[in-house]
C-alpha cells in the first residue's frame, strides 16, 4: 500500500518546475532560456516515467506548439529523447553528461547515502534528500523503509519552494534572518498560488518551532495523514544547504516516537556534517609556493 498525494497530478507538476527565482528578480529579454530551463526541469521531476507533450504544456503553462519547438531543438542537441513507442519525452545522454562533467569533488549525496540507508532500516520509514536551490529545495534522493505502507511524497528532482515541507522549512529556518524574510518575500506569491489555505502565520510558527528545537515536525501539504520530520544539514560556514527528512503516515510519529526519530536524525546529520568537514580539507586548493 502507498501514501501519495491526493491532488491533480498536472497540478503538482507546476510547482516542480517553477523557476529558481521570480520573473521580478531575473533581467529581461530572458523569457526564451528561462522557458528551456523550466522544461528540463520538468523533465529531470519526471523523468523516470517521462511526459507526453500535452503533460509538458500543461504542467508549464506554456503553448504546446512552442514547447513542441522546444523539445524538437532539445533532442537535435541531444538534450531530451523521444520514446517513438509512447510519444514520452525524456531527459537526453548529453543531459546525463552534463551532469557528470558538473559534478562537485564533495558529491553531499553519495556522503549521505550510508547514513540515509541507516535511517530507514532503523525507522522503516521513507527517507528524503533535499538540498537548496536557490529560492527552492530540490529533492535529490529518496530511501524506502521496510514499513508496508510506503509514503512517496517526493520523487527524487522534484523542486518546492523553500517552506514547504519539512526539510525545506528546515532549510529556510537555519538561515539568517533577512535571508529568511527575503526569501519569504519572493516565494509568498508562489505559495499562496499553489497552497491557497497554508497562512503565513502558520509558516511563520513552523520557522519558530524549527528554531526552537532544531529540526522540524510539520503535516505533508500536498498528502494528508502523512507526517515528516527534517532536520538542516550545515556546510563548514555553518549555512544550512541541505536537509534530511523522514516520512511516514500520521500515526506513527506520536510524540514519544518523533523523539526516537530525531535521535537517529541527529546522529546521521552529525556524521555527514563530519564528513564534510574531513572532505573540504582533502579537496582545499594547495597554497601557493
Known sequence: MHAVPTSNPIADRILQTAPSEPDALVAPGTQLIRRVAQLLRLLTANNRTGLRLVDISCASGIERSTVHRILQALIAERLVSQQQSTKRYFLGLGAYEMGVAVAPPVKLRDICQPYMNALAEQTGDTIFLTVRSGFDGVCVDRKEGTHPVKVFVLEP??????????????????????????????????????????????????????QALGYTVTDV??????RSVGMCIRNTAREPIAAISVSTIESRLDVVRVSEVVTFLQYAIKSVESELKRNEYLFAPEADA
Open 221 to 226: 501539504i500536498e498528502a494528508p495523514g502523512v
Open 157 to 210: 528532482g522534484r523542486r518546492r519552494p523553500l517552506g514547504v515541507g519539512a526539510s525545506n522549512i528546515a532549510i529556510l529556518a537555519a538561515l539568517s534572518p533577512d535571508e529568511c524574510t527575503r526569501i519569504r518575500n519572493a516565494n509568498r506569491p508562489r505559495i499562496k498560488e499553489r497552497y491557497p489555505n497554508y497562512t503565513e502565520q502558520e509558516l511563520t510558527q513552523r520557522i519558530y518551532s524549527s
